[in-house]
């Protein structure tokens, strides 16, 4: 259906990428990254070794930014940008909450991603001013909710260990002021499930691109809305990440923004 769109070109390393993660699944090496909290295993570097060399073979003047590994051709005006496997610790825990991202920016605006939610092989796709699609079926944002009946999705900053405090304040204006908190461990799946009509809202301090531009332009596709710190639409350099359904997003926004630590304010601004 999406063959004139260059991403169609990386399905088949998406889903090859997909199954060497289920097949590394009891044998996979864990190591931490910044913290004991974030952590990589050699699934996300054979996913990534996967997805990159695809896109060099295919695509290689093209630029490429993945979690894993330095950047590639950075100053290209066409950057891919992989996540090759979001959910880690779920996926080092045996909770199938696991996805692969992979999102195409042309002149630093997003323009074509997919998010594929491993473990329940559904495939989620954006495409600018095209539309966004879950198998292959359109996404319409289709709730209509109260913010004090909105499921809302978050996670925390791998900071949280030291700054916890920092976070305190957002997390408790919204559990007041909806209808529950959900905490899945996937940034990516987490948005996606926006944009299908399961959660209603998600924020997220300190996500990293690769987490979430992709599957910000699916929500955004679907009929949602996705802002960051500056009340725009996320880019690289975002600090926070607010997406909600069409009923609820001005509210939602406003409980995020006005509730914010001061001492993470000066990190975020």
């Known amino acids: 259906m999406f063959s004139q769109f260059d991403i169609s070109e990386l399905k088949a390393a998406l889903y090859e990428a997909a199954e060497e993660i289920k097949k590394l699944q009891s044998e996979a090496l864990i190591s931490s990254k910044t913290s004991v909290v974030d952590l990589v295993t050699s699934a996300d570097l054979k996913s990534e070794e996967i997805l990159i060399n695809r896109i060099q073979k295919i695509f290689p003047q093209d630029g490429i930014i993945s979690e894993e590994s330095e950047p590639i051709n950075e100053n290209s005006n066409r950057i891919w940008v992989i996540d090759p496997l979001d959910g880690t610790v779920n996926y080092a825990n045996n909770i199938p909450q696991v996805a692969i991202t992979i999102l195409l920016i042309e002149d630093n605006n997003p323009i074509q991603s997919i998010v594929l939610d491993i473990y329940r092989d559904h495939i ?9 699609f879950k198998d292959g079926i359109k996404l319409l944002l289709s709730k209509n909710t ?3 009946k909105a499921l809302v999705a978050t996670g925390f900053p791998y900071d949280r260990v030291i700054n916890a405090q920092q976070y305190i304040l957002t997390f408790e204006t919204i559990l007041k002021n909806s209808g529950g908190i959900r905490r899945y461990g996937s940034a990516a799946l987490d948005v996606c499930w926006v944009a299908d009509n399961k959660f209603d809202a998600y924020y997220e301090f300190f996500i990293k691109p690769w987490d979430t531009l992709g599957a910000s332009l699916i929500l955004h596709e679907a009929g949602g809305h996705v802002e960051d710190e500056t009340e725009r639409f996320p880019s690289m350099q975002s600090n926070l990440i ?5 009923s609820i997003h001005k509210e939602f926004k406003e409980l995020v923004l006005n509730n914010i630590s001061q001492d993470l304010k000066t990190k975020l601004f």
């Not at 989620?124 to 539309?131: A, I, L, P, R, S």
């Open 242 to 246: 607010i997406a909600s359904n069409s």
């Open 124 to 132: 989620y796709e954006g495409y600018k001013d095209y539309g966004a």
């Open 146 to 148: 109260e913010m004090k």
